[in-house]
């Protein structure tokens, strides 16, 4: 039997609460769930609730904010809670996205703090790692993606650790058009689980590849069975490709 394999969809600045529900049932009416693929979307904060609602009768979908803040509720102008995005139906968000480290300055510690928030408040995170090109070409891709994980998952429970998802996205990747290759992610993918494997995980982690995903190079990363899914961005925006996508592999 062929493993699970979640397939990710992270629209980030696109699709408001109109688009958003259209593009669910867009692709609702044309995409059958299968045994053994789970599907994430991550929308805009303000489509989390047309997103949810327009997704509710499908059991293998799931949808996640793009990011939260740790703190419950308060004085915090333009953030989103986890109470908050949990009562719009996400059951869980992204942490850590490139976007957040590199364009708004997220550090580890701010990924710890939204992790730990996650997990208390019952929703799962999906923590994204990845090294700059700089990063990689000075041979440093390990320590700097091990780092990551490590400062964000550093003295969680096994039970803890074993709700987390984990998705490897090189930043020099991220909707350039270059990607991975398959053996090049799989190698960070082996690093990452036996990391994850000293923070405690007990059991298969779930670690998903991200970095110009398409139709053309899906069937190459899935080929190799340390990669458990993808994290998609321009390559799901729209409801026929990504529906065309979630159909290779598996
Ligand atoms: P692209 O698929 O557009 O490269 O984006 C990847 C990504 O950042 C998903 O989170």
């Known amino acids: 039997m062929s493993r699970r394999l979640i397939y990710a969809a992270n629209w980030k600045m696109h699709h408001g609460p109109v688009a958003a529900r259209a593009f669910a049932e867009r692709f609702s009416a044309t995409v059958e769930p299968r045994e053994g693929r789970e599907l994430w979307f991550f929308p805009p904060a303000v489509s989390i609730s047309a997103t949810a609602d327009a997704l509710a009768a499908r059991p293998d979908a799931t949808v996640g904010a ?5 703190e419950q509720k308060g004085a915090f102008t333009g953030e989103s809670s986890v109470p908050l995005v949990a009562e719009a139906g996400a059951r869980g968000a992204l942490v850590g996205h490139s976007e957040r480290r590199h364009v708004f300055g ?3 510690a701010d990924t710890a703090r939204k992790v730990a928030a996650l997990l208390d408040g019952g929703l799962v995170p999906m923590l994204c790692v990845g090294e700059t090109l700089a990063e990689r070409e000075g041979g440093d891709t ?3 993606v091990l780092r990551q994980l490590r400062a964000a998952l550093e003295g969680r429970s096994a039970d803890e650790l074993g709700r987390t998802l984990i998705a490897y996205e090189p930043v020099w990747a991220i909707g350039t058009g270059r990607n991975a290759t398959p053996a090049d992610a799989a190698a960070v993918h082996r690093s ?6 000293r923070l405690g995980t007990a059991g298969r982690a779930s670690v998903l590849y991200g970095g110009s995903v398409n139709a053309r190079n899906i069937l190459a990363l899935l080929a190799e069975d340390e990669l458990d899914g993808v994290l998609v961005g321009g390559a799901s925006l729209d409801p026929d490709g990504w529906a065309e996508l979630v159909g290779l592999g598996g």
């Open 106 to 108: 997220e550090t580890d």
């Open 192 to 197: 990452i689980r036996a990391e994850l494997a």
């Open 66 to 70: 793009q990011n939260v803040y740790w």
């Open 142 to 144: 390990e320590r700097v």
